[in-house]
């Protein structure tokens, strides 16, 4: 029987590929027949998950990025053309989460995460639109957040990056719906990632605090990261084409309570 893979021909950049939520859709879209280039800052940890795409029989390639430098995104997709001759997928997933209140959030902190969470995704729909357009359209998924969307306590510069790539999406999906282009956006809830075991590492509440938001996602349970990738995977696809400038929980039902 001959398995038809949902991403076989494509071409697809995934940012913040070094773990987490990253890791998993890239790994996804490698089994799913996809030519996978994998960019983050992190050398090693990039190298170990385009192994596991190899491994796998996939096919990938590490671009070294900082997503907040227009210099290094410019890098990614030009490298991604050179390479493979052509650009259909862009997933952003990189991301970073720092705790704070508006007073308590330093400068320093703000502008990291609006360059991370929000700037990065500006620069590389800004960079890849452009080549995508050149070989008849592509699709863009977002990671953004249920932060991004609902209102949570101590997270104000994360929310605000968050929230503003839920709009990045919308506007950039209405500017580009008659070019074959669509943009939507994931938003995770919490989930088992390392950034979630770091926090529970570092932080002698952490624990009473994620059983409180366990508590409250109907399923119980924190996201896995294949369960993002596998609707990154549908976004991806052809299989979403009538899809575009939609926010897409997947949550375990928390922002449906």
């Known amino acids: 029987m001959c398995i038809v ?15 987490g939520i990253g890791r998993g859709i890239a790994l996804a879209f490698g089994r799913e ?22 491994k796998a029989g996939g096919e990938a390639i590490f671009v070294a990025t900082d997503v907040s430098k227009p210099a290094d995104v410019r890098n990614l997709i030009e490298t991604t053309v050179k390479e493979y001759g052509r650009l259909d997928v862009l997933a952003n997933a990189a991301g970073i989460w720092e705790l704070g209140t508006v007073v308590d959030t330093s400068e320093e902190v703000w502008e990291r995460t609006i360059n991370t969470n929000m700037k990065g995704s500006f620069l590389t729909m800004k960079y890849a639109i452009p080549e995508m357009l050149r070989f008849g359209g592509g699709s863009i998924v977002n990671v953004s957040s249920v932060g991004g969307v609902s209102g949570f306590y101590n997270e104000f510069a994360y929310g605000a990056s968050k929230g503003g790539l839920v709009l990045m ?4 999906a209405l500017d580009f719906a008659t070019k074959n282009i669509r943009v939507n956006c994931i ?56 899809i575009t400038g939609a926010i897409i929980p997947v949550d375990g039902g928390y922002l449906a309570v």
Do not use: H, Y
């Open 33 to 54: 027949g996809a030519r996978v280039v994998v960019a983050a800052r992190d050398v090693g940890r990039c190298q170990e998950t385009v192994q596991m795409i190899l």
């Open 187 to 242: 938003c995770p809830g919490a989930a088992d990632t390392p950034m979630t075991r770091k926090w529970l590492d570092t932080s002698p509440t952490a624990k009473e605090e994620l059983n409180k938001l366990i508590e409250a996602v109907p399923i119980k349970r924190l996201i896995r990261p294949e369960e993002v990738a596998n609707a990154a995977v549908f976004l991806a696809s052809d299989e979403s084409s009538g």
């Open 5 to 19: 893979l949902r991403l076989t021909g494509k071409v697809a950049i995934v940012t913040g590929a070094n773990s």
């Open 169 to 172: 999406t919308k506007d950039a």
